[in-house]
């Protein structure tokens, strides 16, 4: 009896499914290669102490430069007008002399010229006046000027970037920076894998010193917020993590408005950072403050997602023997000096580096003031002044419209 094969006609052989498969992991495995390849950044190699440039300059917190503010001027009221006498009429042509004519002008006026002649003057004596007290309430006069460095605030903008932990890209972060020229606001958004979300905010003013804090908070991962008060009446700033309290020097700065005030310096002056100047800031923390010595490596092309940015290394020293922790940052003129990249690598050899990826508005224009610009009505055009009374016209030759 012939031997009947029990596998149905109709199902491949095994050797082509596992040729299948293989080539099912192979195709896998590049396309994690090609992700990996995509979001990969190699980590920064921070410099030798050997390649820092040497220190030729030490700069402290000044005072920084400020535009006298215009101050209203009060001038006093011009005296008014005494309204001139009313000339006398004259007496009637004899009546051989156009009797006719005469009759008709004083019918069609109403009143003789004469006695419009007070009326006249007292409306002219009456706009000297105002124009007189309009004069005194708009005149200004500058008031005292305070010298001091350059500084000018960076513009308002919010700013995205690509975030990457030890050169592996993950979420995207934010700086978003407010100011008016007296106050600003600023929130820093930094995500770190297995930890969540690092979160900074830092509110104040803008006194004489540049960017002053008053209000830091800082929030890492689930942990609650760290808040430093920065009380300048008794020139203390307190903390909620620890009772401790450190001395407010003029020129203090949180961990990222030092970044704000280093920008305002540079766009001040940028021709005073050259390499081996170091800027000097007292900088406080969640619960404590040191001097952060911050010096120039040099001016440098980052290579961001949209192309190469020029832009200006700085670094911060180390701020005690044995300080292995290391801050770098590349501010951008393009970008109002404000950072194009920052890398803190930690003790143990890990990296978080944020990389400029584009902004979310305009430096100038934040998205939604451009937005409600667009849609604002349009302005009403100012009130026309009176016209003049027309001077009087005979029959004979109408006034002109």
């Not at 002399?97 to 008709?104: F, K, M, N």
């Not at 044995?322 to 194009?340: E, K, Y």
Request: glycine share 8%.
């Amino acid at each position: 009896m012939p031997h009947a094969d029990a596998r149905p006609r109709h199902a491949p052989p095994r050797h082509w499914l596992r040729a299948c498969v293989a080539l099912v992991v192979v195709l896998v495995l590049h396309a994690l290669a090609a992700l990996w390849f995509t979001r990969h950044r190699e980590p920064f190699t921070p410099p030798a102490a050997d390649a820092v440039p040497v220190q030729i300059e030490l700069l402290k917190p000044q005072p920084i430069e400020r535009q006298p503010e215009p101050r209203p001027v009060e001038k006093p009221a011009a005296k008014p007008v005494a309204p001139s006498p009313a000339k006398p009429a004259t007496s009637p042509r004899p009546a051989q002399q156009e009797p006719v004519l005469t009759s008709t002008q004083s019918a069609a006026q109403g009143e003789p010229p004469a006695a419009a002649a007070p009326a006249a003057s007292g409306a002219t004596g009456a706009s000297a006046a105002a124009a007189a007290a309009g004069g005194a309430s708009g005149a200004m006069t500058p008031g005292p000027a305070s010298s001091g460095v350059k500084f000018a605030a960076p513009p308002s903008g919010d700013l995205q970037y690509d975030s990457f932990f030890n050169g592996v890209q993950n979420s995207t972060g934010t700086i978003h920076w407010r100011t008016d020229g007296q106050t600003y606001e600023l929130s820093v958004s930094m995500p770190v894998p297995f930890v969540g979300p690092f979160r900074y905010r830092s509110q104040g003013r803008i006194d004489a010193f540049g960017i002053a804090p008053g209000r830091y908070v800082e929030q890492r991962g689930t942990r609650p917020e760290d808040i430093a008060i920065f009380n300048r009446d008794i020139r203390q700033v307190v903390f909620t993590r620890t009772p401790n309290n450190v001395p407010l020097p003029d020129g203090t700065q949180d961990r990222f408005s030092m970044l704000m005030q280093l920008a305002g310096l540079l766009r001040g002056n940028p021709d005073a950072y050259k390499p081996g100047v170091t800027q000097q800031f007292f900088v406080v923390d969640n619960n404590s403050g040191e001097t952060w010595p911050i010096t120039v490596i040099g001016d440098e092309q980052v290579r961001t997602a949209t192309g190469f940015v020029a832009t200006r290394h700085f670094m911060r020293l180390p701020r005690r023997e044995g300080d292995t922790r290391r801050i770098d940052m590349w501010l951008a003129p393009s970008l109002g000096w404000l950072p194009a990249r920052l890398v803190q690598t930690e003790p143990n050899g890990s990296q978080i580096e944020l990389l400029w990826h584009g902004q979310l508005a305009a430096p100038d224009l934040p998205a939604s003031t451009a937005h409600d610009a667009g849609n604002a009505p349009p302005a009403a055009p100012a009130p026309a002044e009176p016209a003049a009374s027309p001077a009087p016209a005979s029959p004979a030759s109408p006034a002109t419209p």
